[in-house]
Nanobody, 118 residues
């Protein structure tokens, strides 16, 4: 059983910054990647950023240059530093952990709300 514990969401003004954290606990093997997805009201969940166990990161185009994903392998924790936030970044952010052979298993956090508004 894998549990993901997220923190760091909140309300911020446009142009502000937030840092999300997600720590993974439990029985995991062969972690492939950790990442962040978000879901805005009325929209589908989308991948925001993901980082593999080797440190390779990818981002959705809309956040490139503003968001940075990083991870601490020793702590099984992933971070998302979000700068220059825009109202369109508003949504529920979900942490994701992919593990196992052939990228077979996914675990999800409970979600943390990020609201960008003046």
């Amino acid at each position: 059983q894998v549990q993901l514990v997220e923190s760091g969401g909140g309300l911020v003004q446009p142009g502000g910054s937030l840092r999300l954290s997600c720590a993974a606990f439990g029985s995991m093997f062969s972690i492939n990647a950790m990442g962040w997805y978000r879901q805005a009201p009325g929209k589908e969940r989308e991948l925001v950023a993901r980082i593999t166990s080797s440190g390779s990161a990818n981002y959705v185009d809309s956040v490139k240059g503003r968001f940075t994903i990083s991870r601490d392998n020793a702590k099984n924790t992933v971070y998302l530093q979000m700068n220059s936030l825009k109202p369109e970044d508003t949504g529920v952010y979900y942490c994701n952990l992919n593990y196992g052979r052939n990228w077979s298993y996914n675990a999800w956090g409970q979600g943390t709300q990020v609201t960008v508004s003046s």
